[in-house]
């Protein structure tokens, strides 16, 4: 999506690592040819020949598997699902009393998040991803407390519309809830000096319909109870926090007229530290997390390329560690360490390169994953354990490939036991889908450029395909990764090509990769798309003169500049939730209503898009709604009736510069849907749609 903050632009940080004492550099090996599934589990026999393709449905539909946690001592395992109404809830099973099941939700919306607090409750929020666009995106997902069994529900915060009916039995009694503008920040984990049930969530202050300051807040998960934590005299305009295992306030960042600083409070501390102040745009560092041993860990760049690399401060320094803690060549650092316990040592860290993967430092957990992959592989099987390594360890394996949707599992060390508990599409075939491969490619500059490549089933070498470049939104995001994606899928079924170049601009390949983009859309990203459209036809597997080029958000922008820059690569363009007119996108309007930041569009989009005043002209020869006349190609536009981060205008102001320049697109647009299309019959109906506009103009 298009980044609505600048902590959007920045990629703002994932959550926090614990004790981490061995410096060591991860070199992950370039992922092998995918093996033939060996396993019974998973086997599946090789089609003879090419199968109808499944419809747009299958692809579509909501996963029944979505995410799961087990609890602090693995005694419960809590699981996202779908459900008979096609909404989300909380499936919990007692692993201690054979596996019995308990439900968990709310019956009129969806489970978001979830969390598992202390061994017998859980707190989660939730939104109606099924509802009007507009009161999906403004609506507060509130938060609510939950036995395991599904009793004893509580509401601790309030959403911003109307109170969710909580399975017919809502007890709001005694503490009224908190306000809808308080968010989960943590849960501490259980240990001595930890009150059970003590959570902590973040009182948002509202300036001008924007968090000006964010106080943490001290929340009983069972009575509602609440008081403000303790944390010193912080500095203000407070956005984010990184807190201990035990709840101590230890790192702060925060933000303020194109400012950003972070600030550091360690055991020993009695007051804030400043460590860092820059413009949003050109801080050092990012915070990747904290531990109980006072450590702080660092994202920051360096080596060819700028790439992150995960390190340490050092407060003798005062500086980010010279040594990495973690390295990934060729990417990001993008992950986080793996604990269990309070005050531990790591067992591991996770993150991902061409692929996920995970290194573990504990002997017997390194055993088990070799183990695991040796079962399921050509697989990511991302394992998540209470006593991990012990000898009565229990753990969950979520498994998933570029074919496979994924399964969970459960495994009991004690009882040698390995429990399916569910497949997340059992309608996709993965000996039916299509594979996807990473390459990095030269672009006409000599700029490296990774691109992903889906192939679709059945073509063989040296017999090329009509072409779809997927162009992701941002973009100032990763794009493609190496996991089943529902559209690239469905249309690699229909017997298309994929191509999806990670362009200048993007983020994971390094910050002079990202930086390359500034001041670029419509000219040197748009040239990206078509150097890696190029080197797919010099490979010989796409057909030239066969190519639509097609994305969301900003790739719906891209899509729609194609035909304007490179007018003879494209026969064809689909855009969605496209931003199609810059000035609606830079300049505040006061009767068009969107979530765009005033900050974001004050100190990121001049330096990330371009000022407009300094840069009107280049703006003006990169807006798509003033280039129609250009545009020879067929277009289909699609937007979501009550989109906030791109609003319809921008699609009916091209609609209009399109029809009078006498290329009327084809137009689609979904009333309940905002940015993104979540209702499972909107996605269907849009990728038949899709389907039937590339097969007039590509087939």
Request: hydrophobic content about 40%; proline content about 7%; glycine content about 8%.
């Amino acid at each position: 999506m298009m980044a609505a903050s600048l902590r959007h632009i920045t990629g703002i940080i994932v959550r926090a690592a614990m004790r981490f004492r061995l410096l060591l550099q991860l070199r992950l090996l370039p992922l092998l040819p995918l093996l033939p599934l060996l396993s019974l589990a998973f086997a599946g026999t090789p089609a003879l020949a090419q199968p109808a393709p499944l419809p747009a449905e299958a692809f579509f539909q909501r996963p029944a598997l979505i995410d799961s946690k087990l609890s602090p001592s693995g005694t419960h395992l809590a699981v996202t699902v779908k459900t008979a109404q096609d909404r989300i809830s909380i499936a919990i099973i007692d692993l201690s009393h054979d596996n019995k099941t308990y439900a968990a939700g709310v019956s009129d919306a969806d489970v978001v998040q979830f969390e598992w607090v202390g061994d017998d409750r859980l707190v989660f929020s939730a939104r109606d991803l099924l509802a009007l666009g507009s009161d999906r995106r403004e609506r507060a997902p509130g938060l609510f407390s939950v036995q395991f069994d599904g009793e004893r529900f509580r509401r601790l915060v309030r959403t911003s519309g109307e109170p969710f009916v909580v399975n017919g039995n809502d007890r709001d009694v005694g503490q009224p809830p908190l306000s809808w503008n308080h968010a989960l920040l943590a849960i501490p984990k259980p240990q001595p000096g930890v009150n059970p049930d003590e959570i902590i969530v973040g009182r948002w202050e509202i300036k001008a319909n924007e968090i000006d300051n964010v106080v943490p807040v001290w929340l009983n998960a069972r009575n509602g109870l609440s008081q403000d934590v303790d944390v010193g005299k912080p500095p203000a305009y407070a956005k984010q926090w990184w807190f201990d295992s035990a709840g101590h306030a230890r790192a702060l960042y925060t933000q303020h007229e194109g400012q950003g600083a972070f600030y550091w409070r360690g055991p020993q501390d009695a007051d804030w530290r400043l460590l860092a102040q820059a413009p949003v745009l050109k801080l050092p560092f990012l915070i990747n997390g904290v531990d109980d041993a006072g450590h702080l860990f660092l994202i920051c760049t360096r080596g060819p390329g700028d790439l992150a690399v995960l390190t340490q401060f050092d407060f003798e320094r005062m500086a980010p560690a010279q040594k990495a803690v973690v390295e990934v060549p060729g990417f990001d650092f993008n992950g986080h360490l793996l604990t269990e316990n309070p005050g531990a040592m790591a067992l591991g860290v996770r993150t991902e390169a061409n692929s996920e993967s995970t290194a573990w430092f504990d002997k017997n957990m390194r055993e088990f994953q070799a183990k695991v992959d040796a079962m399921v592989p050509g697989h990511v099987n991302r394992i998540s354990c209470r006593r991990c390594g012990q000898p009565d360890m229990v753990a969950t394996v979520r498994s998933f490939s570029d074919t496979d949707p994924g399964s969970l599992w459960l495994y009991s060390a004690a009882a040698k036991k390995w429990t399916r508990v569910l497949t997340a599409m059992k309608d996709i075939k993965p000996s039916e889908m299509a594979t996807v491969n990473f390459e990095r490619i030269k672009a006409r500059d000599g700029r490296d450029l990774p691109v992903w490549v889906t192939l679709p089933p059945g073509v063989k070498p040296g017999q090329p395909a009509p072409t779809v470049v997927m162009v992701h939104g941002g973009p100032w995001v990763r794009g493609g990764h190496w996991r089943w994606d529902a559209m690239n899928q469905f249309l690699a079924s229909r017997g298309y090509l994929v191509i999806e170049p990670e362009f200048r601009g993007s983020t994971g390949y390094g910050h002079e990769h990202f930086v390359a983009g500034f001041k670029q859309w419509g000219q040197a990203m748009e040239d990206d798309l078509a150097d890696a459209l190029h080197w797919a036809q010099e490979q010989g597997i796409s057909t030239k003169g066969r190519a639509c080029i097609m994305g969301a958000s900003y790739g719906g922008y891209a899509a729609l500049m194609g035909p304007v820059r490179q007018p003879d690569d494209w026969r064809c363009v689909v855009a969605w939730s496209a931003v199609a007119d810059l000035d609606l996108l830079l300049e505040r309007r006061w009767w068009l209503r969107d979530d765009i930041s005033e900050e974001g569009r004050k100190y990121g989009y001049p330096e990330t898009v371009g000022d407009l005043q300094k840069d009107a002209a280049m703006l003006k020869s990169i807006s798509p709604v003033l280039l129609a006349k250009q545009m020879k190609a067929p277009v289909l536009l699609a937007y979501g009736d009550e989109d906030l981060r791109t609003p319809i205008s921008h699609g009916k102001r091209m609609r209009e510069a399109l029809t009078d320049a006498g290329n009327p697109p084809v137009w689609v647009v979904y009333d309940d849907e905002g940015h993104g299309f979540q209702n499972p019959k909107n996605s269907t109906n849009f990728a038949q749609q899709v389907e039937a506009f590339l097969a007039r103009n590509l087939k």
